[in-house]
T-cell receptor
Framework: GAVVSQHPSRVICKSGTSVKIECRSL??????MFWYRQFPKQSLMLMAT?????????EQGVEKDKFLINHASLTLSTLTVTSAHPEDSSFYIC????????????FGQGTRLTVV | AQTVTQSQPEMSVQEAETVTLSCTYD???????LFWYKQPPSRQMILVIR??????QNATENRFSVNFQKAAKSFSLKISDSQLGDTAMYFC???????????FGKGTSLLVTP
């Protein structure tokens, strides 16, 4: 199947700093990518939909200025957590769907962010 | 917005036995897609099986099969001959067509015991 690569897999940063997470589709083009957040033993909650060449669409309650999303190419979307705080610590997962219709979504390996 | 409900937070099954995980959803649309994803301890999301709503035939992938009841908006997953490697979180997911994200249920934690 298609491959989505997410980097880094684990990051620890100090409170107040920013951290960037990359999501790449390695063998297909993705005009749309999705960013999820997952708390321990909970489900995946959609944060935003990343659209290549245009602004991301954020879900209600997600701070646009804190979670900056850039989708500059058909194979790369980035999520930057700005001025990170301990409450931003979580597991972040990106996803992309090649093709049309019900084609499955492929997921990155996830990024465990810890803000200290 | 569509909702996906998984009413079994945790389940346990013995190796080689069969287990069924339940999922219901709510939508007013006629065309949509349903999935079961597995998330093992590594937290990598893995597709188990998918079903197109316009297909009446239930999807099957080796030991995994679904019981899709469109009128009842039910989409259960049956795992036959359970293996220790099936231990994971299982998420039921719903989506429309291109450009839409998956909407996930809360998940069922499945433990397969020897």
């Amino acid at each position: 199947g298609a491959v989505v690569s997410q980097h880094p897999s684990r990051v620890i940063c100090k409170s107040g700093t920013s951290v960037k997470i990359e999501c790449r589709s390695l063998d297909f083009q993705a005009t749309t990518m999705f960013w999820y957040r997952q708390f321990p033993k909970q489900s995946l909650m959609l944060m935003a939909t990343s659209n290549e060449g245009s602004k991301a669409t954020y879900e209600q309650g997600v701070e646009k200025d804190k979670f900056l999303i850039n989708h500059a190419s058909l194979t790369l979307s980035t999520l930057t957590v700005t001025s990170a705080h301990p409450e931003d610590s979580s597991f972040y997962i990106c996803s992309a769907r090649p093709g049309t219709g019900g084609t499955e979504a492929f997921f990155g390996q996830g990024t465990r962010l810890t803000v200290v | 917005a569509q909702t996906v409900t998984q009413s079994q937070p945790e389940m346990s099954v013995q190796e080689a036995e069969t287990v069924t995980l339940s999922c219901t959803y709510d939508t007013s649309e006629n065309n949509y897609y349903l999935f079961w994803y597995k998330q093992p301890p590594s937290r990598q999301m893995i597709l188990v099986i998918r079903q197109e709503a316009y297909k009446q035939q239930n999807a099957t992938e080796n030991r995994f099969s679904v019981n899709f009841q469109k009128a009842a908006k039910s989409f259960s997953l049956k795992i036959s001959d359970s293996q220790l490697g099936d231990t994971a979180m299982y998420f039921c997911a719903f989506t429309y067509t291109t450009g839409y994200a998956l909407n996930f249920g809360k998940g069922t934690s499945l433990l397969v015991t020897p």
